[in-house]
């Protein structure tokens, strides 16, 4: 108990931090974002609307810091990130809103999906060393050792384009509208599909090599000979006792990745022009757009720090050792 | 003379295939009967572990057989020999017939299951018309048997004490009124006291339970004290067998009598340790002959040439004892 209340403690004091350095940051770096804001204008904005400009993005040079940090906590709490430039009058959290989605949907998926397949394919490798299971680990470390960039770019030369059979970008048809309709849910689970197996085709050969090693060391392990000594039948021995145990070095590792996904995985998103949050901060790199980029560097902050929360739940609940009062 | 157990004759394990495998077991013969204690003792690396996993197919790898048999012999029904028992056989046969207790006790339970589930998960393989209520019950019984309280029950491992647990592995081991309980070094990692009671624990349940127990360690006046007979093996040879106070009155090997004296006796008026000189033989290059010869203080003319047979020493009138030594040729 009290080491949850720890773990809570720890994370709420790393996400404190992690806010107000997102609030500092802007107003440590060199440069005006307002003025370069005012200098795409091209001087066409009156003294009192640069003014208001400050104001809105929380800049406001005649306030104190400590007034500003007051404000910008307020605005968080209402879940005001601040305008975009780059979609000037949008708010930020609006245009996250939009993109998240899309990430979430195809890296949320995929990791989890890249996970599962992984980790089975490692246990089952672990478990018969010598069986035709080994010939998949060079293969899928092949895979993982080529460049993403690559990787997806061969993926579209082979499958999309003119003659393929897959689109080579975007979320969906340009002329669908989103919705929950069958023509539109079609068109974006066939704009993913080709993302989505080149992230699992780069991601998958880490979790089957991870398991596969853990499962290597588990079944030395004295419990495993006493399973089997026991009579039990391959099938518990192989999950119950070696499986189980084998699994807990990947929790972290797969909360890690999960804590990733929002962030998206940035060259998936820019190889298919995906319309996610990874696209979404490339593009805001590209367009100057500091509200935006900001918002999005504390959602992945955020993300990343709540996996972990997650993650410690996780080995709470699968390792009774971590359970340990005091 | 009582009714024999479990028969293994002639055993061979290697490690490893070829040039490069170790041969860890060599030609044994040992014979374990109803309801006794039978002690296996030698240095450690002389083969004991090799034995109890050979001889319950738990070898791990690179481990094999090479040959011989393990007849076991059961109270009804023909004899059969363990080693040629199907995959399904052969998990029916293990805890049900004979149950082990491992050298690491502190490892031998799953750190991240119940004591509950690892007690009962064994009565579910075997009795899987059983309901959870009687499994549990039997998990009771069980704790009780040695001496711990139920409600432990839904402890993990690691809240257990060292002795604690190896008692919960002691009452695992028979859950399923097993007829053979293998023991390899059970007590080792165990403070003495903690050793002493488990140790004279066991021996009260086998006078309840009746079955019989091959308990292995490198601890011969722990076997002078516990046991009916001893074994002694060198160099994966069982080079002497005799009754217990046999070999403590008079061992004919002049390795059982360097073993005898390598530790200081329990009870009695403390002599001196002598110990063996020199070092276990290498399992890949062994002596020629009798492999104990390098570090024999009696080594005389054949002991270099041939390999001395395990059998009754001449002229001698006490039943039941063998010896591998030239000092005492076999009839
Ligand atoms: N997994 C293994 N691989 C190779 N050799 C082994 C293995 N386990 C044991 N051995 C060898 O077999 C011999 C006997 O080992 P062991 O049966 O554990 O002896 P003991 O239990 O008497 O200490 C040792 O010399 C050791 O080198
Ligand atoms: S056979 Fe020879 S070397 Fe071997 S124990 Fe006997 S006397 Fe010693
Ligand atoms: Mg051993």
């Known amino acids: 108990m009290s080491y949850l209340l720890r773990r809570t403690g720890f994370y709420l004091l790393t996400a404190w931090i992690a806010i107000t350095i997102n609030f500092l940051l802007p107003r440590l770096i060199p440069g005006d974002p307002v003025m370069s804001l005012i200098n795409r204008a091209q001087g066409q904005l009156s003294t009192q609307a640069i003014q208001s400009l400050y104001v809105l993005f929380g800049l406001n040079k005649d306030e104190s810091i400590f007034v500003q940090y007051g404000h910008y906590w307020a605005q968080l709490l209402h879940g005001d990130l601040g305008l975009s430039f780059a979609f000037f009058p949008t708010p930020v959290a609006s245009v996250i809103a939009d993109s998240l989605p899309w990430t979430l949907a195809l890296v949320g998926i995929t990791t989890l999906a890249s996970f599962l397949l992984g980790t089975a394919l490692g246990v089952y490798a672990g478990w018969r060393r010598g069986s035709w299971l080994d010939l998949v680990i060079p293969v899928t470390t092949f895979l993982s050792s080529v460049p993403y960039f690559w990787l997806g770019l061969i993926a579209i030369a082979l499958f999309a384009g003119v003659n393929g059979i897959f689109p080579s970008s975007g979320g969906y048809e340009p002329g669908l509208v989103p919705g929950w309709d069958p023509d539109f849910l079609l068109s974006a689970v066939q704009h993913s599909l080709l993302p989505a197996v080149t992230i699992l085709l780069s991601s998958m050969s880490g979790w089957i090599l991870s398991m596969r090693n853990m499962m290597v060391t588990v079944a030395a392990e004295d419990y495993v000979t006493v399973a089997h000594a026991k009579g039990l039948s391959e099938r518990r021995v192989m999950v119950s006792y070696a499986a189980r145990n084998a699994l807990l070095p990947s929790v972290s590792g797969f909360a890690l990745s999960l804590g990733l996904v929002v962030g998206g995985t940035l060259l998936v998103e820019i190889v298919f022009s995906y319309p996610g949050l990874g696209f979404e901060l490339f593009q805001a790199v590209g367009a100057k757009d500091y509200p935006l980029m900001q918002g999005i560097f504390l959602i992945i902050t955020l993300s990343v720090l709540a996996a972990n929360f997650v993650a410690d739940l996780a080995y709470l609940v699968l390792d009774p050792r971590t359970r340990r009062e005091g | ?331």
């Open chain 2, 1 to 331: 003379m009582s009714e024999i157990e479990l028969e293994i004759k002639g055993l061979n394990v290697d490690y490893g295939l070829g040039e490069q495998s170790v041969h860890a077991v060599r030609d044994v013969d040992l014979t374990l009967r109803r309801g006794e204690v039978l002690g296996l003792a030698g240095e450690s690396g002389s083969g004991k572990s090799t034995l109890a996993y050979g001889l319950t197919r738990l070898l791990p790898p690179p481990g094999v057989i090479r040959g011989g048999q393990v007849i076991y012999h059961p109270e009804q029904g023909e004899p059969f020999d363990v080693l040629g028992l199907s995959d399904r056989q052969l998990r029916a046969f293990r805890w049900a017939q004979t149950s082990i207790v491992f050298q690491g006790a502190m490892n031998s339970l799953n750190p991240v299951h119940k004591i509950s589930t690892q007690l009962t998960d064994v009565l579910r393989a075997h009795e899987p018309g059983s309901t959870r209520a009687a499994r549990l019950a039997r998990a009771r019984e069980l704790l009780a048997l040695v001496g711990i309280p139920a409600d432990r029950l839904d402890s993990y491992p690691h809240q257990l004490s060292g002795g604690m647990r190896q008692r919960v592995m002691i009452g695992m081991a028979l859950a399923l009124r097993p007829k053979i309980v293998i023991m390899d070094e059970p007590t080792t990692a165990l403070d003495v006291v903690v050793q002493r009671q488990i140790l004279g624990q066991l021996v009260g349940l086998r006078e309840r339970l009746g079955f019989s127990v091959l308990f292995i360690t490198h601890d011969l006046s722990l076997l002078v004290e516990f046991s009916d007979r001893i074994a002694i093996m060198y160099g994966g040879r069982i080079v002497e067998q005799a009754s217990a106070a046999g070999l403590h009155k008079d061992s004919l090997h002049p390795y059982s009598h360097g073993l005898l004296h390598s530790f200081p006796a329990l009870r009695g008026p403390r002599e001196e340790l002598s110990g063996i000189p020199g070092s276990p033989p290498d399992l890949r290059s062994m002596p020629t002959g009798c492999a104990f010869h390098p570090r024999c203080p009696h080594s005389f003319d054949p002991c270099v040439r041939r390999v001395p047979e395990l059998g009754a020493p001449q002229g001698r009138p006490e039943q039941d004892r063998s010896v591998a030594c030239w000092l005492h040729p076999a009839s």
